[in-house]
Protein backbone atom coordinates (compact mmCIF):
# COMPACT_ATOMS: atom_id res chain seq x y z
CA UNK A 1 0.00 0.00 0.00
CA UNK A 2 1.08 3.16 -0.77
CA UNK A 3 0.86 6.22 1.56
CA UNK A 4 0.70 9.59 0.03
CA UNK A 5 -0.06 13.12 1.76
CA UNK A 6 -0.40 15.50 -0.67
CA UNK A 7 -2.47 16.21 -4.37
CA UNK A 8 0.36 15.92 -6.23
CA UNK A 9 1.50 12.67 -5.14
CA UNK A 10 -2.12 10.88 -5.09
CA UNK A 11 -2.34 12.07 -8.72
CA UNK A 12 1.19 10.35 -9.61
CA UNK A 13 0.07 7.18 -8.25
CA UNK A 14 -3.33 6.96 -10.41
CA UNK A 15 -2.13 9.16 -13.18
CA UNK A 16 -4.10 6.93 -16.07
CA UNK A 17 -6.15 4.54 -13.94
CA UNK A 18 -9.80 4.81 -15.31
CA UNK A 19 -11.51 2.41 -12.85
CA UNK A 20 -10.50 3.97 -9.54
CA UNK A 21 -13.17 3.01 -6.46
CA UNK A 22 -12.87 5.38 -3.50
CA UNK A 23 -13.49 5.63 -0.03
CA UNK A 24 -13.49 8.38 2.00
CA UNK A 25 -13.16 8.44 5.78
CA UNK A 26 -12.14 10.38 8.86
CA UNK A 27 -9.75 7.65 9.88
CA UNK A 28 -9.83 5.60 13.25
CA UNK A 29 -10.87 3.01 11.40
CA UNK A 30 -12.66 -0.18 12.29
CA UNK A 31 -14.51 -3.28 10.83
CA UNK A 32 -17.34 -1.07 9.12
CA UNK A 33 -14.78 1.04 7.31
CA UNK A 34 -13.00 -2.74 6.33
CA UNK A 35 -16.46 -3.58 4.59
CA UNK A 36 -16.69 -0.42 2.60
CA UNK A 37 -12.76 -1.61 1.06
CA UNK A 38 -13.89 -4.41 0.23
CA UNK A 39 -17.12 -3.33 -1.55
CA UNK A 40 -15.32 -0.91 -3.11
CA UNK A 41 -12.85 -3.39 -4.30
CA UNK A 42 -15.06 -5.42 -6.04
CA UNK A 43 -15.82 -2.18 -8.11
CA UNK A 44 -13.02 -0.95 -9.12
CA UNK A 45 -8.91 -1.18 -8.97
CA UNK A 46 -7.35 0.38 -8.07
CA UNK A 47 -8.74 1.03 -4.59
CA UNK A 48 -7.99 4.60 -3.03
CA UNK A 49 -9.06 5.29 0.40
CA UNK A 50 -8.71 8.87 2.22
CA UNK A 51 -7.82 9.92 5.83
CA UNK A 52 -8.86 13.48 6.88
CA UNK A 53 -10.65 14.96 9.37
CA UNK A 54 -12.36 17.50 7.58
CA UNK A 55 -12.60 20.76 10.24
CA UNK A 56 -16.03 22.18 7.66
CA UNK A 57 -18.35 19.93 8.74
CA UNK A 58 -17.72 20.59 12.87
CA UNK A 59 -19.68 23.53 14.14
CA UNK A 60 -18.26 25.52 16.80
CA UNK A 61 -19.05 23.69 20.10
CA UNK A 62 -18.72 19.93 18.76
CA UNK A 63 -15.91 17.56 19.06
CA UNK A 64 -13.19 18.66 15.89
CA UNK A 65 -10.77 18.03 18.46
CA UNK A 66 -11.62 15.40 20.31
CA UNK A 67 -11.90 13.11 17.23
CA UNK A 68 -10.02 9.92 17.27
CA UNK A 69 -7.03 10.31 15.39
CA UNK A 70 -5.06 7.15 14.90
CA UNK A 71 -3.16 7.07 11.47
CA UNK A 72 -0.28 4.57 12.20
CA UNK A 73 -2.55 1.74 13.57
CA UNK A 74 -5.29 2.46 10.47
CA UNK A 75 -2.12 1.72 8.05
CA UNK A 76 -1.60 -1.38 9.84
CA UNK A 77 -5.22 -2.25 9.57
CA UNK A 78 -5.49 -1.48 5.85
CA UNK A 79 -1.88 -3.15 5.30
CA UNK A 80 -3.19 -6.05 7.08
CA UNK A 81 -6.52 -6.16 4.70
CA UNK A 82 -4.83 -5.81 1.57
CA UNK A 83 -7.67 -3.93 -0.08
CA UNK A 84 -6.24 -0.74 -0.43
CA UNK A 85 -3.62 0.12 -3.02
CA UNK A 86 -3.30 4.05 -2.09
CA UNK A 87 -4.05 6.01 1.11
CA UNK A 88 -4.37 9.48 0.77
CA UNK A 89 -4.00 11.44 4.10
CA UNK A 90 -3.65 15.04 3.72
CA UNK A 91 -3.35 17.48 6.42
CA UNK A 92 -5.60 20.70 6.68
CA UNK A 93 -2.89 22.91 5.04
CA UNK A 94 -2.48 20.45 2.18
CA UNK A 95 -6.92 20.45 1.57
CA UNK A 96 -7.43 23.75 2.38
CA UNK A 97 -4.44 25.69 1.58
CA UNK A 98 -6.02 29.26 1.65
CA UNK A 99 -9.56 29.45 2.95
CA UNK A 100 -12.49 27.44 1.59
CA UNK A 101 -15.14 30.70 0.38
CA UNK A 102 -16.25 28.17 -2.77
CA UNK A 103 -18.47 25.97 -0.86
CA UNK A 104 -21.36 23.79 -2.07
CA UNK A 105 -24.59 24.13 -0.24
CA UNK A 106 -27.44 21.39 -0.21
CA UNK A 107 -31.05 22.38 -0.55
CA UNK A 108 -32.45 23.17 2.89
CA UNK A 109 -35.26 20.84 2.47
CA UNK A 110 -32.56 17.78 2.29
CA UNK A 111 -29.66 19.84 4.17
CA UNK A 112 -31.60 21.50 6.35
CA UNK A 113 -33.77 18.51 8.25
CA UNK A 114 -32.92 15.84 10.41
CA UNK A 115 -29.29 15.62 10.87
CA UNK A 116 -28.88 19.45 9.33
CA UNK A 117 -31.17 20.66 11.81
CA UNK A 118 -29.26 19.69 14.86
CA UNK A 119 -26.31 20.22 13.07
CA UNK A 120 -26.09 23.59 10.98
CA UNK A 121 -23.41 23.96 8.14
CA UNK A 122 -22.42 20.11 8.66
CA UNK A 123 -23.80 18.81 4.64
CA UNK A 124 -22.56 21.97 3.55
CA UNK A 125 -19.01 21.12 5.01
CA UNK A 126 -19.73 17.13 4.05
CA UNK A 127 -20.24 18.09 0.07
CA UNK A 128 -17.62 20.69 0.01
CA UNK A 129 -15.18 18.00 1.14
CA UNK A 130 -16.67 14.88 -0.93
CA UNK A 131 -16.29 17.20 -3.76
CA UNK A 132 -12.45 18.30 -3.33
CA UNK A 133 -11.69 14.80 -2.93
CA UNK A 134 -13.48 13.70 -6.13
CA UNK A 135 -11.89 16.58 -8.26
CA UNK A 136 -8.66 14.73 -6.25
CA UNK A 137 -8.93 11.22 -6.37
CA UNK A 138 -11.22 11.17 -9.77
CA UNK A 139 -12.80 7.78 -8.95
CA UNK A 140 -15.48 6.24 -11.27
CA UNK A 141 -17.11 4.16 -7.84
CA UNK A 142 -17.18 5.54 -4.11
CA UNK A 143 -18.67 3.82 -1.47
CA UNK A 144 -20.59 5.40 1.46
CA UNK A 145 -21.98 3.31 4.42
CA UNK A 146 -26.14 3.11 4.92
CA UNK A 147 -25.47 4.02 8.67
CA UNK A 148 -25.07 7.36 7.65
CA UNK A 149 -28.24 7.41 5.54
CA UNK A 150 -28.78 11.59 4.90
CA UNK A 151 -25.25 11.81 4.22
CA UNK A 152 -25.67 8.84 1.49
CA UNK A 153 -28.27 11.04 -0.05
CA UNK A 154 -26.70 14.21 -0.14
CA UNK A 155 -24.21 12.89 -1.79
CA UNK A 156 -25.83 10.85 -4.32
CA UNK A 157 -28.19 13.99 -4.91
CA UNK A 158 -24.81 16.20 -5.22
CA UNK A 159 -23.18 13.91 -8.01
CA UNK A 160 -26.46 13.94 -9.95
CA UNK A 161 -27.11 17.44 -10.24
CA UNK A 162 -23.22 18.15 -11.00
CA UNK A 163 -23.12 15.89 -13.50
CA UNK A 164 -20.47 13.59 -11.99
CA UNK A 165 -19.24 10.25 -13.26
CA UNK A 166 -19.26 9.21 -10.10
CA UNK A 167 -21.41 5.74 -9.01
CA UNK A 168 -22.56 5.72 -5.50
CA UNK A 169 -22.65 2.43 -3.55
CA UNK A 170 -24.24 1.58 -0.76
CA UNK A 171 -22.76 -0.50 2.03
CA UNK A 172 -25.77 -1.83 4.81
CA UNK A 173 -24.82 -1.12 8.09
CA UNK A 174 -22.22 -2.93 9.94
CA UNK A 175 -23.47 -3.62 14.04
CA UNK A 176 -21.75 -5.35 16.66
CA UNK A 177 -23.72 -8.65 17.53
CA UNK A 178 -26.02 -6.85 20.19
CA UNK A 179 -26.86 -4.64 17.23
CA UNK A 180 -24.88 -1.05 17.94
CA UNK A 181 -23.83 0.33 14.84
CA UNK A 182 -19.94 0.65 14.35
CA UNK A 183 -18.90 3.97 14.93
CA UNK A 184 -15.27 5.85 15.58
CA UNK A 185 -17.46 7.84 18.43
CA UNK A 186 -18.21 4.36 20.08
CA UNK A 187 -14.64 4.77 21.22
CA UNK A 188 -15.81 7.67 23.74
CA UNK A 189 -18.82 5.62 25.71
CA UNK A 190 -18.13 4.97 28.92
CA UNK A 191 -18.78 0.87 29.74
CA UNK A 192 -22.45 1.34 30.83
CA UNK A 193 -23.45 3.87 28.11
CA UNK A 194 -21.95 0.79 25.74
CA UNK A 195 -24.11 -1.27 27.38
CA UNK A 196 -26.96 0.62 26.99
CA UNK A 197 -26.76 1.26 23.64
CA UNK A 198 -27.74 -1.15 21.90
CA UNK A 199 -31.29 0.42 22.91
CA UNK A 200 -31.32 2.78 20.04
CA UNK A 201 -31.37 0.48 17.30
CA UNK A 202 -33.79 -1.27 19.61
CA UNK A 203 -35.94 1.74 19.45
CA UNK A 204 -35.77 1.87 15.68
CA UNK A 205 -36.84 -1.75 15.68
CA UNK A 206 -39.89 -0.98 17.76
CA UNK A 207 -41.13 1.85 15.41
CA UNK A 208 -40.40 -0.51 12.46
CA UNK A 209 -42.57 -3.05 14.30
CA UNK A 210 -45.70 -0.65 14.74
CA UNK A 211 -45.58 0.47 11.19
CA UNK A 212 -45.41 -3.40 9.81
CA UNK A 213 -48.11 -3.49 12.06
CA UNK A 214 -50.28 -1.28 10.26
CA UNK A 215 -49.45 1.92 12.54
CA UNK A 216 -50.12 4.77 10.47
CA UNK A 217 -50.01 7.77 12.83
CA UNK A 218 -46.44 8.93 12.59
CA UNK A 219 -46.49 11.56 15.34
CA UNK A 220 -46.88 8.90 17.79
CA UNK A 221 -44.65 6.21 16.21
CA UNK A 222 -42.22 9.11 16.90
CA UNK A 223 -43.21 10.35 19.98
CA UNK A 224 -43.35 6.61 22.00
CA UNK A 225 -40.02 5.97 20.38
CA UNK A 226 -38.67 9.61 21.57
CA UNK A 227 -40.37 8.85 25.13
CA UNK A 228 -38.98 5.31 25.71
CA UNK A 229 -35.30 6.53 25.01
CA UNK A 230 -35.55 9.80 27.22
CA UNK A 231 -36.94 7.06 30.18
CA UNK A 232 -33.44 5.76 29.67
CA UNK A 233 -31.15 8.77 30.00
CA UNK A 234 -30.85 9.77 26.63
CA UNK A 235 -30.81 12.84 25.48
CA UNK A 236 -32.82 12.81 22.22
CA UNK A 237 -32.85 14.79 19.13
CA UNK A 238 -34.81 12.85 17.09
CA UNK A 239 -36.74 9.65 15.86
CA UNK A 240 -37.96 10.26 12.57
CA UNK A 241 -40.28 8.30 10.14
CA UNK A 242 -39.31 9.62 6.83
CA UNK A 243 -39.83 7.96 3.10
CA UNK A 244 -36.70 6.94 1.49
CA UNK A 245 -36.73 8.61 -1.61
CA UNK A 246 -36.54 11.92 -0.43
CA UNK A 247 -36.51 11.89 3.35
CA UNK A 248 -39.77 13.83 3.49
CA UNK A 249 -42.13 12.71 6.45
CA UNK A 250 -44.68 10.45 4.69
CA UNK A 251 -48.42 10.36 4.57
CA UNK A 252 -50.77 7.87 6.54
CA UNK A 253 -52.34 7.02 3.03
CA UNK A 254 -48.58 6.14 2.05
CA UNK A 255 -47.41 4.31 5.08
CA UNK A 256 -50.51 2.05 4.70
CA UNK A 257 -50.02 1.80 0.78
CA UNK A 258 -46.19 0.29 1.15
CA UNK A 259 -43.85 3.10 0.71
CA UNK A 260 -40.38 2.44 1.25
CA UNK A 261 -39.62 4.05 4.85
CA UNK A 262 -36.91 4.64 7.09
CA UNK A 263 -36.89 5.20 10.72
CA UNK A 264 -33.96 7.63 11.77
CA UNK A 265 -32.77 8.57 14.93
CA UNK A 266 -30.17 10.92 16.99
CA UNK A 267 -29.51 11.07 20.69
CA UNK A 268 -27.04 11.46 23.00
CA UNK A 269 -25.89 8.89 25.74
CA UNK A 270 -23.48 10.85 28.09
CA UNK A 271 -21.31 13.40 26.24
CA UNK A 272 -21.55 10.73 22.98
CA UNK A 273 -23.95 11.40 20.56
CA UNK A 274 -24.84 8.02 18.04
CA UNK A 275 -27.00 8.26 15.13
CA UNK A 276 -28.84 5.30 13.60
CA UNK A 277 -31.46 4.74 11.09
CA UNK A 278 -33.68 1.46 9.27
CA UNK A 279 -35.59 1.16 6.41
CA UNK A 280 -39.05 -0.15 6.67
CA UNK A 281 -40.02 -1.94 4.00
CA UNK A 282 -43.81 -3.98 3.45
CA UNK A 283 -43.63 -7.07 1.29
Same mark, same amino acid.
Given at each position: ???????????? $? #?????????? /???? *?????? %?????????? +????? =???????? @?? &?? *????????? !???????????????????????????????????? /????? +???????????????VSTVVLKLFSCV $??????? &?????? $? %????????? @????????? =??????DADGLALSSRNV??? /????????????? #? $???? !???? =? &????????? +???? @??? =??? +????????????????? /?????? #????? %????????????? %??????????
Amino acid at each position: MKVVHTIEELRD $Q #LRGQLRVAFV /PTMG *NLHPAH %LALMKLARQH +GDPVV =ASIFVNRL @QF &GP *NEDFDQYPR !TLASDIEKLERERDVYVLFAPNEREMYPEPQNFQVQ /PPSDL +GGILEGEFRPGFFGGVSTVVLKLFSCV $QPSVAVF &GKKDYQ $Q %LMVVRNMCR @QFQLPVQIL =AHETVRDADGLALSSRNVFLQ /PSERAEAPQLYST #L $QSVA !TGVL =A &GGSDVASLE +GQAA @QTL =ASR +GWDVDYVSLRRQRDLLA /PSPQEI #LSGEP %LVVLAAAKLGATR %LIDNLEVCKK
